[in-house]
Nanobody, 121 residues
Framework: QVQLVESGGGSVQAGGSLRLSCAGSSDTVRLYAMGWFRQAPGKARELVVAITYGGSTTNYADSVKGRFTISRDNARNTVYLQMNRLKPEDTATYYC??????????????WGKGILVTVSS
């Protein structure tokens, strides 16, 4: 069983930055594409960004393009999400996921428990 553990969340003012990390408990994580999803209160979970298992291809939601950057370090079984110029509408619980391709909720093999990001205006 693969476990994904997110860290780095918290509260920040609009315009600020946070860096989320997702550490996998097993080398198996390297075999999967990885994604960050988020879910705001009262809203559906949405895919924010995805990265292929080799890291060569990324896909960003329009709402975060130019502000968020995903990367992965397969030697450390870790995926990162650098979030810059944060907006109040980025407030949500962020979930790390290991997924078959294409990365989408239905294809996720493993979910992290989620971490809260709060952006105040």
């Amino acid at each position: 069983q693969v476990q994904l553990v997110e860290s780095g969340g918290g509260s920040v003012q609009a315009g600020g930055s946070l860096r989320l990390s997702c550490a996998g408990s097993s080398d198996t994580v390297r075999l999967y594409a990885m994604g960050w999803f988020r879910q705001a209160p009262g809203k559906a979970r949405e895919l924010v960004v995805a990265i292929t298992y080799g890291g060569s291809t990324t896909n960003y939601a329009d709402s975060v393009k130019g502000r968020f950057t995903i990367s992965r370090d397969n030697a450390r079984n870790t995926v990162y999400l650098q979030m810059n110029r944060l907006k109040p509408e980025d407030t949500a619980t962020y979930y790390c996921a290991a997924s078959e391709v294409p990365v989408q909720a239905a294809n996720v093999a493993y979910w992290g428990k989620g971490i809260l990001v709060t952006v105040s205006s």
